[in-house]
């Protein structure tokens, strides 16, 4: 009862009020494939020294075997982090710092989100960014939000090739809100097909992802120009900023938002997680932003100092004017995007972004070399999709056992494309790797 204080009578009362007749009622709504059938298969206490050797002998088990060659991407990329960005992390005045209650006593803090937002806008060629949010499908689920609450209107259209969990999360948002959830098919180019917005009326907001799941790049013109003919906002997602090292930004396509994951600007993978949600917009749009903005001021002396400019959010203002849910920010996240964004400057991001694509167009050529198809024609950064030969679960499963995973099998998010496979490339792969994937796939 240490960390479950609530007496059998406490409980019955909380349920009454809430309506329900026993604990499990209150979870109808998880879909039973989601919930544990059973109970958990915790091992019995350890003693202190007991317990001391089993955590020695897990620490020795490598989780993740060294050998083995990794081509997945799909929101989730293998960098190269800066030894300046790990070495500025570990101060403890930047690992151990919180969300600032009292913001304007912690001018640290402030500064560093002030440096995050003004690096994100410039990346996105936007006019403001905010903190930062959780990730990158909280960012385009809150974007789409934002879009109605901007144009009053109940519908939006969202792009079948923005990544799969962001769409999830942007449907799980809206499905008890009584908004229009639309979602625009693929054409044979690998890009968004436009033309199905002629099913919708009044859209709030039009939304893809460039470079999109597939790693084409989107005719951001197109989507900008048919935006705002229906006079819907136009929401660019992503999920590789470093992308915009080398593409034009959605700035300068006209984008009204601009949002996504930043987990490539020196964040780990680490196994999943954590992410960082950037997210961006234009001046006249900051009042109705999610989270939090951090501006600049100066005080009666003349002194610059950094301000908490704006805080939309529940734990700072009514509930009924808050803008979103959003109760944090992931500062340590933010605050590495912005190290790793200064370490390499504008010319090291263009040079990286540059031999992203030149490694991801190496790989492309040597597999058409070797008679494999490349499924779409359209211009890809870091990604794309490849064709496996004849039977392709044998060959994903040969790869596997030679310590290679050539990518992600795209059949469980488009059963049309039940034989094909995203691959990734970053700088993290040598020329000697990429050639060793192509023998290994051809022979």
């Not at 440096?115 to 385009?140: C, F, K, P």
């Amino acid at each position: 009862m240490r960390y479950l204080p609530h007496t059998d009578d406490d409980v019955a009362a909380m349920l009454d009020v809430a309506g329900v007749a026993s604990i499990d009622d209150l979870f109808e709504t998880v879909p039973l494939d989601c919930r544990r059938a059973r109970e958990l298969e915790l091992p019995g206490p350890l003693t202190e020294w007991e317990l001391t050797d089993h955590m020695s002998t897990l620490a020795g088990t490598p989780i993740a075997p060294p050998q083995y060659t990794v081509y997945l991407g799909a929101g989730s990329y293998d960098h190269v982090r800066p030894a300046s960005v790990s070495y500025l992390l570990g101060r403890s005045e930047f690992s151990t710092a919180y969300t600032p209650y009292q913001p304007e006593m912690s001018q640290g803090t402030l500064q560093a989100m002030y440096e995050y937002q003004t690096l994100a806008a410039r990346l996105l060629g936007m006019e403001v960014a905010n903190a930062s949010l959780y990730d990158g499908a909280s960012a385009l689920a809150e974007a789409l939000l934002m879009a109605l609450r901007v144009t009053k209107r109940k519908n939006v259209a969202v792009s079948g090739l923005i990544h799969p969990f962001y769409r999830q999360v942007a449907k799980t948002y809206l499905q008890s809100t009584g908004y229009g959830f639309f979602e625009m098919p693929y054409g044979a180019d690998g890009r968004t097909d436009l033309s199905s917005l002629d099913q919708m009326e009044d859209p709030a907001a039009v939304a893809v992802q460039s470079p999109n799941f597939f790693g084409c790049i989107e005719d951001l013109c197109a989507v900008e120009r048919t935006s705002h003919e229906l006079g819907a906002l136009f929401v660019t997602g992503f999920t590789e900023p470093l992308a915009y090292g080398l593409l034009k930004s959605p700035g300068s396509f006209g984008a009204d938002i601009a949002c996504g994951e930043g987990q490539s600007l020196g964040i780990p993978r680490s196994f999943g997680g954590p992410g960082l949600g950037i997210f961006t917009t234009l001046t006249k749009y900051v009042r109705s932003m999610p989270g939090r903005l951090v501006g600049q001021a100066r005080d009666l002396d003349g002194t610059r100092g950094f301000v908490l400019t704006l805080a939309t959010r529940e734990q700072h203002i009514r509930r009924e004017r808050a803008t979103s849910n959003i109760c944090t920010n992931n500062s340590l996240c933010a605050l590495t995007a912005a190290m790793y964004l200064a370490s390499l400057g504008g010319t090291g991001i263009r040079e990286l972004a540059r031999l992203n694509y030149d490694k991801c167009e190496y790989l492309k050529s040597r597999f058409r070399e070797i008679g494999c198809t490349i499924r779409f024609d359209s211009p890809t950064f870091n990604e794309f999709v490849i064709r496996l030969p004849d039977n392709a679960s044998s060959t994903y499963d040969r790869l596997m056992d030679k310590g290679i995973v050539p990518g992600l099998p795209l059949g469980r998010f488009y059963p049309e494309l039940e034989d094909h496979c995203l691959v990734c490339v970053t700088e993290t792969k040598s020329k000697a790797d990429l050639d060793v994937l192509v023998g290994e796939i051809s022979s």
